[in-house]
């Protein structure tokens, strides 16, 4: 497997700014989403992907060849996204806060919103592996890899994730016809 980072990340382990620059643009964003689904809240996100980043490039000389660059910064977001979300539930009664500009970052449509709803109730390893399988549609080897467990771990976890998410009072009354997460059809209970 090819990274496409590879240059730069030898450029930013070789000390130049530019390669550091170009890896945060590449990756802010699919990075802040990813954070974002995870916790809940975008100041929240916003601090795990301070915080990711911060490690990934502290710890990028560690990093080995057959890891892709994008997979060592997604085991950051993830493990920054638990730690603030354990400070932010702390300070916030509210997981998905007050603020309308976070649901609307997220997507407009009452689906989505409700999904949005759903998950944040979820347990933070039954977050991860839907926001990682599904919103990033990473493969099962590839979330394994990022959450350093075995596939048949995020297999389960999938499982009882979506059993989860059927029961779920939020989303109560929708239709089960064609749905989808991160252009994955979800059948709840398969």
């Known amino acids: ?3 496409p980072d590879q240059n730069l990340v030898a450029r ?3 000390g130049e700014e530019d390669g550091f620059a170009e890896l945060f643009q590449r990756h802010q964003a699919r990075s802040l ?3 974002l689904a995870l916790v809940g809240d975008l100041a929240t ?3 795990a992907l301070q915080e990711a980043f911060f490690r990934a490039f502290r710890t990028l000389h560690r990093k080995h060849a057959h890891v892709s660059f994008a997979t060592w910064l997604f085991r950051y977001v993830v493990w920054a996204s638990r730690g ?3 400070k932010s539930r702390r300070h916030s009664a509210d997981p998905l ?3 309308t500009s976070t649901t609307a970052d997220l997507d407009r449509s009452e689906l989505r919103l409700q999904l949005v709803a759903a998950i944040q109730e979820l347990p933070m390893d039954f977050r991860e592996v839907l926001v990682l399988r599904f919103y990033l549609d990473l493969s099962v080897e590839e979330v394994a890899r990022i959450l350093r467990c075995r596939t ?3 297999k389960s976890r999938t499982s009882r994730a979506l059993d989860q998410l ?3 009072g939020h989303l109560a009354g929708i239709d089960e016809g064609n749905h989808s997460i991160g252009g994955q059809h979800v059948v709840p209970g398969t």
């Open 45 to 47: 996100a916003e601090e």
């Open 12 to 14: 930013c382990i070789a």
């Open 33 to 35: 989403r990813t954070a």
């Open 166 to 168: 059927a029961a779920s």
């Open 152 to 154: 048949g771990t995020v």
């Open 84 to 86: 603030q979300a354990t």
């Open 97 to 99: 806060g007050s603020e």
């Open 1 to 3: 497997m090819s990274d």
